[in-house]
């Protein structure tokens, strides 16, 4: 057991007493390194993951190998769809890896399934987490189908660059983000630098114009 886990879940360290000593008692620690495969695409969905440490990045695979990041599952936060599955008795739709080392604690099927029929506190957690990961969905579904590559490009740009205005990343990794084609990405940046915003290197971006990148993501309109 990792001692004090519940304080990164505010809302369950605050359940009943009978809640609460159900949910530690079946709750178990795991720790994956780096780079671990959390499950694939067709797995079987058996435990319940609550993140203490890290990220799980959840990603899913077009027939073409286009690839787009869902979201991440961080410090005090569950995967939506994992909940979906353990729910609907289905195998996973995407992948899932951890993309740095990882501390959980992970429910077993059964005792979440008992959890969730049983302990009204904890089934309010899940579906309150639940909820907040739609609206994200929702959100992540408005910009792929909507928002201007050239825009989200440079929004994804500002907010990424370290303290120096630099990105560590591929074109291939930038449109995975962004859910687009690296093709699109790598004609954008080439934009960009032909304006002196950005300078390219392999795998790196550095940013030469934050100003203007800022104010083109801000941009309304057409």
């Known amino acids: 057991m990792i001692s004090g886990w519940l304080d990164a879940f505010p809302d369950l360290a605050a359940l009943p007493t009978a809640e609460r000593s159900r949910l530690t008692e079946a709750a178990c620690p795991a720790r994956l390194p780096a780079g671990r495969a959390v499950f694939r695409a ?55 890896e951890a993309e740095t080392d990882v501390a959980a604690m992970v429910l077993p099927r059964p005792a979440f399934d008992a959890l969730l029929a049983g302990a009204p506190g904890f089934r309010t957690f899940v579906f309150a987490a639940f909820g907040d990961r739609v609206n994200g969905l929702l959100a992540l579904i408005e910009e792929v189908a909507f928002g201007r590559v050239d825009r989200r490009l440079a929004q994804f740009l500002t907010e990424q660059a370290d303290a120096e205005g630099a990105l560590a990343l591929t074109h291939q990794d930038i449109a995975m983000e962004l859910g687009s084609a690296r093709e699109v990405i790598s004609r954008q940046l080439k934009e960009f630098e032909r304006h002196g915003w950005v300078a390219l290197g392999r795998g790196r971006v550095i940013l030469r114009a934050p100003d203007a990148l800022g104010t083109l993501a801000r941009r309304d309109g057409p």
């Open 42 to 96: 067709g797995d079987a969905c058996t435990r319940y993951f609550l993140v203490l440490d890290g990220a799980i990045r959840v990603r899913m695979t077009s027939p073409g190998g286009r690839e787009i990041v869902l979201y991440r599952v961080e410090r005090g936060q569950t995967c939506i769809l994992t909940t979906t599955c353990l729910m609907a008795g289905q195998p996973y739709g995407a992948a899932a």
